[in-house]
T-cell receptor, first 113, second 118 residues
Framework: DQQVKQNSPSLSVQEGRISILNCDYT??????FLWYKKYPAEGPTFLIS?????DKNEDGRFTVFLNKSAKHLSLHIVPSQPGDSAVYFC????????????FGTGTRLQVTL | GAVVSQHPSWVICKSGTSVKIECRSL??????MFWYRQFPKQSLMLMAT?????????EQGVEKDKFLINHASLTLSTLTVTSAHPEDSSFYIC??????????????FGPGTRLTVL
């Protein structure tokens, strides 16, 4: 049972344009959401997070939007840069689970010149 | 963020042998560490939560006698894959739990260990 889903396994975006990565979840107990970036053969790197009491969080080129009623979140990267090419995982944490994270299946982003 | 190291970064072993993977927190005392496994093109799957000074908590479907976790100090957790088989070949990643600059659930991950069992 995949509680966190990233339905697009891959995405290609031109440099300078906006990248939008989507994530859906099913567990209504999730109250904290995170995005991680991962290069091959490396551990994930934390990018940005959002609490369920917010609907938007921005950090430089990265913005995460949360739509609780739709159980959907998205990561916007603008402008996209070639160095952003990686696999992006969204993750969620539920109340009272002591920081345990449930990860989505990942979206491979390719930023082309 | 916290700096996490793993050793070895990759290991090849024969079927039936045991392999120990170390996860170290270099700049933070971690009472909780997590161990994940990632198969190619799949998500990171939480295997167990490692608690300093007590027994690890395993996720459903993870054999605790096969994947031995020891968290003897605040800076070191080890995962031992006992009697490894080819199906145990995977990318194993550890993380520190629940510490971050802004949020409370930002885990910081090690670089991972690629295990290949022949």
């Amino acid at each position: 049972d995949q509680q966190v889903k990233q339905n697009s396994p891959s995405l290609s975006v031109q440099e300078g344009r906006i990248s939008i990565l989507n994530c859906d979840y099913t567990n209504s107990m999730f109250d904290y959401f995170l995005w991680y970036k991962k290069y091959p053969a490396e551990g994930p790197t934390f990018l940005i997070s959002i609490s369920s009491i917010k609907d938007k969080n921005e950090d430089g080129r990265f913005t995460v939007f949360l739509n609780k009623s739709a159980k959907h979140l998205s990561l916007h990267i603008v402008p996209s840069q070639p160095g952003d090419s990686a696999v992006y995982f969204c993750a969620a944490s539920a109340i009272g689970t002591a920081s345990k994270l449930t990860f989505g299946t990942g979206t491979r982003l390719q930023v082309t010149l | 963020g916290a700096v996490v190291s793993q050793h070895p970064s990759w290991v090849i072993c024969k079927s039936g042998t045991s392999v120990k993977i170390e996860c170290r927190s270099l700049d933070f005392q971690a009472t909780t560490m997590f161990w994940y496994r990632q198969f190619p093109k799949q998500s990171l799957m939480l295997m167990a939560t490692s608690n300093e000074g007590s027994k690890a908590t395993y996720e459903q479907g993870v054999e605790k006698d096969k994947f031995l976790i020891n968290h003897a100090s605040l800076t070191l957790s080890t995962l031992t894959v006992t009697s490894a088989h080819p199906e145990d070949s995977s990318f194993y990643i550890c993380s520190l739990g629940g510490h971050g600059g802004g949020g409370y659930n930002e885990q910081f991950f090690g670089p991972g260990t690629r295990l290949t069992v022949l």
